[in-house]
């Protein structure tokens, strides 16, 4: 068998870079106490770790008070953070249907439980949303806009910087979700009209599992939905209302932290244009290999410029999970397949009824060895599925 070709980067990046994994145990084994409890020395160091990576991901995110900077699960814990701590009964929200569940659920339950109303913006047939769709359906009552800055499915960039332009004239909120861009392409506070950035440290940033936040800027306002300990003025009956112990509850991931430091810092060794220019080659190969396959279908790949290393596609007369196991059984090739967690977009590309689509992530440890390996696999797999639809014609006729 031969190695693996790992092409499932959308759902997390692996391998890490060996200083996340040595930064983890290092940092646990010798400072693998409680931050921000105490005074003495291993703490100090502990919580100053964490107050260097909140600097770190500020200045990543082009933000100005690193105590905005706040630490959570994931994208998912983020986001739900965010959602339920700014909408309250009879607001009105206004996101994509490029929305993963993260972002989906918790609107849904809103709009189920206390009367929240969603707008879903339909993504147009390259996979982009417009703008404009945004300004029409906002009103006086709109108090959230949430886009998925990346699509996890077809890979599309999304114009946040417009949308983020036309939520600052009317005053609502813009909160995006980076996780898969945050490490890959800019995601720029100041720059893109951002007030709330909420990002996963497991993916594009190459942390662990288990990190993740919001970046909120000044102004904006989140309710804290939890309470609950923040090692400081412990006497106060009230959660806290200054950031970051407003957003923040109980003792945090400190080995995960230290690995997202390290890789942030991987990234910025690296050089985040640099790694996103191999990756879109990359793409490019894959995108233009699979397009030259009769029977392949590909969704939303035929612009690439604003576009993440992601691609989805089907093979002709089968199942997505079919041609996943056949990736992963006969080639070694792991790729992820199904809706995603994003099953709005399965809706309007129309591969619902199909059980979604096979999802190739590329990432800065991907080869164009692999990208041919991976081609000529599909490549196979689609002409045996033409040969025995033939066959089965014949014996049918
Ligand atoms: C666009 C998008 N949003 C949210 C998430 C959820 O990330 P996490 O599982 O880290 O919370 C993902 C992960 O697949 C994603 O791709």
Redesign the pocket.
Known sequence: MNDLIYLDY??TSFPKPEEVYRQMEGFYRSYGVNPGRSGYDMCMVAGGMIEDTRKLMTRFFNGTDYNRLIFS???????NLAIFGMLQSGDHAITTTL?????LRPLYHLSTRNSVEVDHIPFDNKGFVHPEDFAKKMKNNTRLVVV?H???VIGTVQPIKEIGALCRERGIPFVI?S??TAGKIPVDLQEQNIDVI?F?G??SLMGP?GT?GLYVREGIEIRHTRAGGTGVRSAVREHLEEYPYRLEYGTGNLPGIAGLNAGIKWIQKKDMHAIHEHETKLLTLLRDGLRSIDGVILYCQDDLKDHIAVLAFNIDGLEALDTGTMLDVDYNIACRTGL???PLVHEQIGTDKIHGAVRFGIGPDNTEDQISTTIAAVREIAESAKKRAGSSARARG
């Open positions: 959308g759902a699960l994931n994208t998912t814990d983020a986001l929305e993963h569940n993260s972002v998925n990346g699509s996890n979700d996780s898969q909420a996963t497991h993916k599992m993740g995603h967690c994003a």
